[in-house]
């Protein structure tokens, strides 16, 4: 056997977490796509730096939100934790392994910790299986059940556990609506016993009075199974309402990173008070009182990013400082983040 043969064989061997300990770390994360021209002869004249950057850490039993606006990066760190996407550098660390190191081979026994809920309900799931086997392949691919008996059993289990009867293991995805599929993706990412699951927008493509129903399960089986939930989203109410700490991105790096209630009540980054004062108030009156932060201009490309600062263009507080130091994400009271140095 060669030793490249060896090395592909040996699993990870990951250490055990405690709940309020770091379970993940992404370290100077960075995912740069090319952009080739040609069609025989491709040439790479440029890269998206669609995540630039981005370094946290997520706590065993808690909930990290995601935030910010669409194309700003959080989708593709989502995907890179999963080990979907390559990165381009950086590093992730889960329970002591880095998983930019490991090979397809290794990286199997990490698909059964961490798993994925994807944003459409109606795309993620195979529209020619019936649910009970969408859920039951899991367990079948990476052995965790030893008979179909046993699968079956455990498929009614995970139905049952996220609100829906044992009935709807016999239908397919297109017989059902849009909070039942979300379930079932719910199921089938519960189907390995995970530590932590990506949310990639898990409630968004579902109606408002939908959304409470999936937000309350995930709530309750995050305190039944201790799930770890990176939870992407651009809703801040149902940031608000799930997180317990929320990150704030903007064109591939972290601008704000703090506790949900700390975040929400004392924003400090300029980006972060302008997506906040956009968020609107029930009641007529009080909104007509608030004071908006307008935001002017466009987000810059993502391809040619400004240089310093990258939200510099659009900030009402910058300096020359802005435009030309990339500020750090440095703690400016306990478990409070800014990446600005005017704050």
Request: aromatic letters at 6%; charged letters at 20%.
């Amino acid at each position: 056997m060669s030793a490249t043969a060896e090395v592909l064989q040996v699993e990870p061997q990951f250490k055990e977490v405690a709940v309020g300990e770091t379970l993940l770390q992404v370290r100077n994360l960075k995912m740069h796509f090319p952009v080739t021209e040609g069609i025989m002869f491709q040439r790479t004249i440029a890269h998206v730096k669609a995540v630039d950057g981005v370094s946290f850490d997520i706590q065993r039993g808690e909930t990290l939100g995601l935030v910010g606006e669409s194309g700003c990066g959080k989708t593709t760190t989502g995907r890179c934790i999963l080990q979907l996407e390559k990165a381009t550098a950086g590093n992730i660390i889960y329970r002591g392994v880095d998983l930019t190191t490991l090979h397809d081979k290794q990286l199997m026994p990490v698909r059964t910790h961490i798993q994925v809920i994807f944003q459409d309900p109606y795309s993620s799931l195979n529209p020619r299986m019936k649910v009970g086997d969408i859920i039951g392949e899991p367990m079948m691919v990476h052995r965790i059940q030893s008979d179909r008996s046993a699968c079956h059993k455990r498929v009614t289990e995970l139905l049952n556990v996220c609100g829906l009867s044992a009935k709807f293991a016999d239908r397919y995805p297109h017989e059902m609506s849009g909070g039942q599929r979300q379930r079932v993706g719910i199921a089938r990412a519960l189907a390995l016993n995970p530590d932590i699951i990506v949310c990639d927008e898990a409630v968004s493509a579902l109606d408002v009075s939908i959304q409470a129903q999936v937000i309350n399960l995930l709530e309750d089986l995050r305190d039944e199974f201790h799930l770890t939930y990176l939870f992407i989203a651009h809703d801040l109410s149902v940031v608000r309402h799930l997180c317990n700490r929320v990150a704030v991105m903007y064109l591939g790096k972290i601008m704000e990173l703090a506790g949900g209630d700390e975040l929400f009540d004392n924003p400090q980054h300029p980006y972060t008070k302008a997506l906040l004062s956009a968020v609107p108030v029930p009641d007529p009156s009080i909104e007509q009182q608030r004071q908006h932060q307008v935001l002017h201009g466009e987000v810059p490309s993502p391809m040619y990013p400004p240089s310093g600062c990258v939200f510099h263009p659009r900030c009402t507080y910058a300096v020359d400082g802005c435009r030309r130091d990339i500020p750090p994400l440095r703690e400016i009271v306990k478990d409070h983040h800014v990446a600005c140095s005017e704050v």
